[in-house]
T-cell receptor, first 112, second 115 residues
């Protein structure tokens, strides 16, 4: 599985956009890029995933670089509830094994 | 519908004791995963089940750890002769099937403290 590099922490103001970067330079051509987040005292929750094209859902947008060596999770308007640790996780769909491999993630703080 | 539930939410035990942690997955989910999370770290994979069988137990740290899922639904993680280093949050997740294409749904975790 590809290794990832994320900033340890980031800060944002409420109502402003947040761009959370992830480097995954060893990603393979069949690895999807998944993002999970973990709110305080809760288990992780799925946010979004993509392969090559940018993706949008009700929670966030995912922008994937053309060379796929990096991606950015975009929260369009941060709320206090978005304060969490965000994990970027490459996943290869070719195999049957399903466990997630978490790094340390980025701890996002949101200021009112 | 109901999400993944885990009991107890907190467990305090003494070094050397035996503990059981329970996970109730989302109904109909055939894949079930156990992870362990130490303070300041991301969750670490322990074991995963497809149905009743353990498909991959490569993450279990040693033979004091064991997990079962006898009827393909509820799972129990068992830790014998607990040590202080076993203190962590134990997370359970389920997904509709095995394979990397499926989103995992996590429970709130059991915080285990070994004194």
């Amino acid at each position: 599985d590809a290794k990832t590099t994320q900033p340890n922490s980031m800060e944002s103001n409420e109502e402003e956009p947040v761009h959370l970067p992830c480097n995954h330079s060893t990603i393979s051509g069949t690895d999807y890029i998944h993002w999970y987040r973990q709110l305080p005292s809760q288990g992780p929750e799925y946010v979004i995933h993509g392969l090559t094209s940018n993706v949008n859902n009700r929670m966030a947008s995912l922008a994937i670089a053309e060379d796929r060596k990096s991606s950015t999770l975009i929260l369009h308007r941060a709320t206090l509830r978005d304060a969490a640790v965000y994990y970027c996780i490459p996943r290869n769909y070719g195999g049957s094994q399903g466990n997630l491999i978490f790094g340390k993630g980025t701890k996002l703080s949101v200021k009112p | 519908g109901a999400g993944v539930s885990q009991t107890p939410s907190n467990k305090v035990t003494e070094k050397g004791k035996y503990v059981e942690l329970r996970c109730d997955p989302i109904s109909g989910h055939t894949a079930l995963y156990w992870y362990r999370q130490s303070l300041g770290q991301g969750p670490e994979f322990l074991i995963y089940f497809q149905g009743t069988g353990a498909a991959d137990d490569s993450g279990l740290p040693n033979d004091r750890f064991f997990a079962v899922r006898p009827e393909g639904s509820v799972s129990t993680l068992k830790i014998q002769r607990t040590e202080r280093g076993d203190s962590a949050v134990y997370l359970c997740a389920s997904s509709p099937s095995f394979g990397r294409g499926y989103e995992q749904f996590f429970g709130p975790g059991t915080r285990l403290t070994v004194l």
